[in-house]
């Protein structure tokens, strides 16, 4: 682990939100408010800026409650080491997510198990709505056991995006910003999924999940191999993602990823 991996990191967490967010400063956090996207936001440390304090911390928990929006706050606990304790002291629940980057030299051959999203594909709206809807059935069952939740949940989750998301949606996939894939079994269309997001030369795999019924056969590892592969070839030096849990992370270091540093997400208790 390296300073400079870090600081690549900081600077990709910042620049992501910032072409669809309305952006809030507290002293040492930013409160980032969703604008043309249906997905909420968070706050976190100003890059470079000063430590936070428990008073910005409180600050921005009622500026979000007062906009009705997601207490929720995420950076990297080895750049903002204080910031972890003030979070607990507040009532809020932290998660610890182990935060790894590929090693290009580890990355699994590829396979034919998965297979990215083509914007001009005719397809293409069907498989973004497929891709979301294998998302909200796996991690509604979270970690890697086998289920009975499989594609008859999956279908009752199927909900064609609208046209301005899907609009959205498309242009960032033409423009290089994102990549979603998916891998299918035969008879039963897409199982798992995943998506990256990029700015510059960083690229961050995000929403990888699998139907309960179809774990344990290698499908989210070969969507998140085909993912990093994908975005070595569109350009991107680093990739890297969070994982929900140790198990997981097992999943993605089989992959060719490496642990170097903590991911910290926080929100009130359930």
């Given at each position: 682990?390296?300073?400079?991996?870090?600081?690549?990191?900081?600077?990709?967490?910042?620049?992501?939100?910032?072409?669809r967010?309305?952006?809030?400063?507290?002293?040492?956090?930013?409160?980032?408010l969703?604008?043309n996207?249906?997905?909420?936001?968070?706050?976190?440390?100003?890059?470079g800026?000063?430590?936070?304090?428990?008073a910005?911390?409180?600050?921005?928990?009622?500026?979000?409650?007062?906009?009705?929006?997601?207490?929720?706050?995420e950076?990297?606990?080895?750049?903002?080491?204080?910031?972890l304790?003030?979070?607990?002291?507040?009532?809020?629940?932290?998660?610890?997510?182990?935060?790894?980057v590929?090693?290009?030299?580890?990355?699994?051959?590829?396979?034919?198990?998965?297979?990215i999203?083509d914007?001009?594909?005719?397809?293409?709206?069907?498989?973004?709505?497929?891709?979301?809807?294998v998302?909200?059935?796996?991690?509604?069952?979270?970690?890697?056991?086998?289920?009975?939740?499989?594609?008859?949940?999956?279908?009752?989750?199927?909900?064609?995006?609208?046209?301005?998301?899907?609009?959205?949606?498309?242009?960032?996939?033409?423009?290089?910003?994102?990549?979603?894939a998916?891998?299918?079994?035969?008879?039963?269309?897409?199982?798992?999924?995943?998506?990256?997001q990029?700015?510059?030369?960083?690229?961050?795999?995000?929403?990888?999940?699998?139907?309960?019924?179809?774990?344990?056969?290698g499908?989210?590892?070969?969507?998140?191999?085909?993912?990093?592969?994908h975005a070595?070839?569109?350009?991107?030096?680093?990739?890297?993602l969070?994982?929900?849990?140790e198990?997981?992370?097992?999943?993605?270091?089989?992959?060719?990823?490496?642990r170097?540093?903590?991911?910290?997400?926080?929100?009130p208790?359930?």
């Open positions: 682990m390296t300073d400079d991996l870090l600081n690549r990191l900081e600077h990709f967490y910042d620049a992501v939100p910032r072409d967010a309305k952006v809030e400063r507290h002293g040492g956090l930013e409160l980032f969703k604008q996207t249906p997905y909420p936001f968070y706050a976190r440390p100003v890059l800026g000063p430590a936070p304090t428990a910005d911390l409180a600050a921005v928990r009622a500026r979000q409650r007062e906009l009705d929006v997601p207490e929720s706050f950076w990297v606990d080895e750049t903002t080491p204080g910031l304790p003030l979070a607990e002291a507040s009532g809020l629940t932290v998660l610890r997510a182990p935060l790894l590929l090693d290009p030299a580890r990355l699994t051959a590829a396979t034919d198990l998965a297979r999203v914007a001009d594909d005719p397809d293409a709206a069907a498989q973004l709505a497929a891709v979301a809807a998302a909200h059935v796996g991690f509604s069952s979270p970690g890697t056991g086998v289920g009975d939740a499989g594609i008859t949940e999956r279908d009752t989750a199927l909900s064609d995006p609208d046209g301005d998301t899907l609009a959205r949606q498309l242009a960032d996939i033409r423009d290089g910003v994102r990549a979603n998916f891998a299918e079994l035969p008879g039963q269309g897409a199982v798992a999924s995943g998506m990256y990029r700015a510059g030369d960083v690229a961050e795999i995000v929403g990888v999940a699998t139907l309960p019924s179809a774990r344990r056969r499908l989210g590892g070969a969507v998140t191999a085909l993912l990093a592969r070595l070839a569109q350009g991107a030096r680093t990739v890297f969070s994982a929900a849990s198990d997981v992370a097992r999943v993605y270091e089989r992959q060719g990823f490496v170097v540093a903590t991911a910290c997400i926080a929100d208790p359930a």
